[in-house]
Each structure stands twice: as C-alpha cells, then as structure tokens.
C-alpha cells in the first residue's frame, strides 16, 4: 500500500436527508442541510458538511463529528454512500472525499440550528454548490429512489411503526409525485414487506389509522456490521 | 476541505470475481486473483491487487491500472465496492483504500497469468490475507450474494445471452447450494426478468437449449453512468 507520501488529501463529507414540508404547497419534500464556506476555493458558496480527516479517526467517525460540528445533527447511522475521486474535483489540491448519508426523521432534523452559514436547502433544487457537491447530492437522490423500492426506507424517515398514509406520503415526497392511495395500499399489501402490528394511531383530526411495521429488520452492512468495518 | 497536509494515503485496490469449477468436485464456484506481497508490511502474505493512488489518476483508473500489472486483467467495467477506512488496518501508517470489484467471464478469467506471486484462489477458502483484505473478500461476497437476488449479475458472468440452465449453475456457484431445475425456471420465469430470444444453444452432449437474455439493460450508476464519476 502507500508507503510513499503522495499529495492525495481526504476528506469526509455527508449528505443528510430528511423529509420537510415544502414553503411552497406545504406537501412533503427532500430536503438537506449545506454549509456555507468561509474560506477559499470556493468561498461564499454551500457546500455539504465535512472536513478533514484527522488522521487518528474511523470514517464514519470522522463524517459524524464533522457533521455535529457544522449542524448539531447526530443520525443514529451513516452510511457510506460513495468515494469521490476525479483529479479535478477542486482546484490545486486532489482531494478524495468519502462520503457518507443518513435519512433522519423530521423531528431530529428539526434540532439542527440553521445560521448565517448553515441553512436546509430542498434537495431539488440546491443552488450551484462547491467543488463536485452537486454531482454528490444528484446521486445521493438517484440512490435515495432506487433504494425506496427495495429497502425499508421509510422506516428511517418515520420510526418504527407507521400508517400506511405516512408511508405514501414518504414514497410520494420522495419520488416527487402522487400516488393513489387505493393502489397503494393495495401493492404494499400485496408485497409482504409491511405487517399490521396491533397498534392504532389516534389523535388528529383523521379516524384511527392502523400502525404497520416492516416484515423483517432493516438491513445491515453484512460483514462489516452497522457501525464502520470493525475488521 | 484539505488544506493542511495530513499522513493519510490512500491506495485503490480490486476484488475480481469469476466462476471456476472447483478442483475437488469439478462444481463451479466463486474465485478471485490474488497478489504474493513481495514487500513490508505483511510481507510473503496473499494480498488484493492494487497500489497507491497516483496524484494524476481517477479512482478507478488506478484500480484499472494495477489491475492490468498485476494480473493483466481488464474487466469491461469496475464498480466500485467500498472505501476502507479504519484507523488500525495497516500498521505504522494510516492508508484508506477504496476497493473497486468487477465480476469477470470465465473466458476473460483464463487469459489471467498465474505466476509465483499471482494466484487464483477461492473465494471462500482464502487462506489469511495481508492487512484487512479477509474482512473486503468476506463483504464483497456479501454484497455478491445479496446482489444476485435484485440485479443483472448473470450477465456479468455469462455474457448477454444464456440458457436457464447456464443462469440456474451460476446461481448454484454463488450461492453454494443446488437449486432445483423445475423450481429455478418456474421462479425465473415467473419474475418476468428474463426473455427469451429467437436463438438456441447448440452442440454440445445437450439438446438445444432456449437462450434468455435480461428484460431491462443492466442498471448503471445513476448520475455517476458507468465510468467514474464524471462532474
């Protein structure tokens, strides 16, 4: 491996998502925070959280100190997303970021202070963002609805237990579009991924509503567990 | 993002796959190319192909390069897998690696040169590998394994044509248990991922067989397409 001193510099950086009401129609978006950058290159504009990493800290570490610095956000889990790595991903310097993302319920999410230079952007339309970051937040949503078809994801925006409206509303925020709730109870049914628990949701101004959970846990990492690769 | 000169490399490393039939039985399994380390760390011990990642090269062209010297293998596309990061997987410096992986036909496996330090190995009989690459070959297979169940992977071992007994085998050799022939057509064929194509496979001691093709192209990644993150 490296014995040499090659001038490649890392850096760890995250995509964190949750769901918002959007200021426009009030329905449920994607949303993330950015940080503003207060130093060259690229001074002024938002760019996502993270830094450095310091050389006596894991990964995930690393990505989660960074983003608790910036946000006082603190997602029970990240997960690695990516490595990004061109040549010409930020001007006189190659950097590899290792980037990592977490969905986060709206309640969490609502503790992160925004500021002058910290502020949650709806993932749609992010402003043109720093360094590749807008390439990372496109393939973090790429990656966020391919993953809705095959993963419990909606558990990670919503806890545990849910009705089967807050999960279309998931699926619809997340794939920008309405569903009809007929089929969709119907397919989600049909698919055995969600089981009814015995649990209602009362309250509100709708009827008593049936709580669901998934079928089986959520996946982990395999091998690596859901922490970073304890070898 | 990295300004200051922190002691991290950062090195790229591969994990080939490709079917061979085992010495023992003859049934096809799982294997991957291995390098001898000819130098400190861990010297003398099976390691995963790589290097350093050189200043003026993208990620997965470092993984292609290395690749290729070492093995002299050139799989059509490398994806990547993972990057790994912890602090203590190498000892005396602080390197991340990130592991690209490709699964390769058996043709394109055979023009692999085997040598003293280079040897094909199965992939879960390794014996103990150099640094944390036991944990990347254990992960890798997971991934393997879970991935058979919702992508294209016969393809990647096949080529895009195949009879259902060829796609049934490579299923058998990943997962390592026989599947029942009526059963595993049935299934195929009720998923309504595979097609079949006007053409036959014939010769052989088998009657001609119906050759299927998948019913979408192979998913690709995303935003990213099928080389490395183009910005």
Redesign the interface.
Known sequence: ???????????VSTVIFALRPSPVDGRMTVWLPLVRRI?DPFVGMWALP??????????AESAARTLAETTLLTPQYLE?L?????????PG??????VYWALVRSDEADIAVESENVRWFEADSVPELA??HS?IV??AL??LR?KLE?SHIASAFLGDTFTLSELREVHEAVLQKPLDPANFRRQIEGSGQVVPTEQLRTGGRHRPARLYRYAATVET????GRT????
Chains 1, 2 share one sequence.
Not at 82 to 90: I, K, L, Q, V, W
Request: hydrophobic share 35%; proline share 7%; glycine share 10%.
């Open positions: 491996m490296a014995a040499h001193a090659a001038p490649v510099h890392v850096a130093r993270g830094g450095p990493l310091e050389p006596d800290e894991d990964l690695q990516y490595a990004f790595g061109n040549t010409d991903r930020s310097e190659r950097v590899v970021s290792i360094f590749d390439l496109e393939y790429w990656r391919n095959y990492n395999g091998p690596l970073e690769g304890a070898s």
